[in-house]
């Protein structure tokens, strides 16, 4: 299961320019507690990203594929663990007009991403794993407050064959919530995938449960589809949560997106 073999211009909606930045204003949406020593952080490890800037940064930068594992008509709500096993995640993205950098309220952000076994919701099987699969586990969608920010709980995502850990986004403006806890209609402003510093990745690979997936893991820097442009290309920045990875991680990044 790969998003690597589909065609790129297949998958790929319109090269728009957008706006990804980073620094001081992203880390400080993080949630959680303080960087510790003993868990890693994408912060610290300058082999997988450019260095963080004192102050935020607007660096334009092009939109990804969206992969072959998107399902529409997912829940709106800030929780998308539902009964899956791995450590915590909590994801902060700010939405903000490309040309303004004026933040975006009432816009939705979803995500979808694999399980620690690397198997999508609505597509299990396909990393070789036999599991339940309900449509909508790690799918979801939220709002962005009045400060243009998303906030997400999930997991630490898995992997899967040919790709490097990552979650998939999506940005929507004028959607309507549906009574069963859905959304509809809107215009779809960008496509994209966020991702994960290798040594961070590398140290929650280590523990269970994600050592149970014996597929072989694909770097940050053997993946196809990462550029290696750092938080330009959608490199979050980490935090940690606690003393150890099994605590978990807080990711933050803001993302601007050409409203015109």
Known sequence: M??????????????????????????????????????????????????????????????????PYYLDGQFVRSNIRENKTGIPFQLSLTVV?????????????????????????????????????????????????????????????GWYRGRCIHIHLKVHVNVRLTPDGSFTGGRELFTGQLYFAESVTRAVAAIAPYRSNTVTRTTLTQDSIYDGGGARSGLLTLTA???????????SLTVGVETN
């Open 97 to 157: 007009d490309d040309d303004t950098c004026v933040p975006l309220s009432n816009a939705l952000v979803e995500i979808w991403h694999a399980d620690v076994l690397g198997e999508y919701s609505g597509f299990v099987g396909e990393n070789g794993h036999n599991e339940p699969d309900n449509g909508t586990f790690l799918r979801g969608g939220v709002l962005t407050d009045s400060n243009g920010v998303a906030r997400i709980t999930t997991v630490y995502p």
């Open 2 to 67: 790969t998003d690597t073999s589909e065609p790129l211009q297949a998958n790929t909606i319109g090269r728009r320019s957008v706006l990804i930045a980073s620094g001081a204003t992203a880390a400080a949406l993080a949630v959680g507690a303080a960087v510790t020593t003993e868990a890693p952080t994408a912060d610290t490890d300058t082999g997988d990203t450019a260095p963080v800037a004192a102050a935020a940064v607007c660096t334009l930068t092009r939109e990804m594929t969206e992969g």
């Open 241 to 251: 949560l606690g003393s150890s990875p099994s605590a978990g991680y807080a990711g």
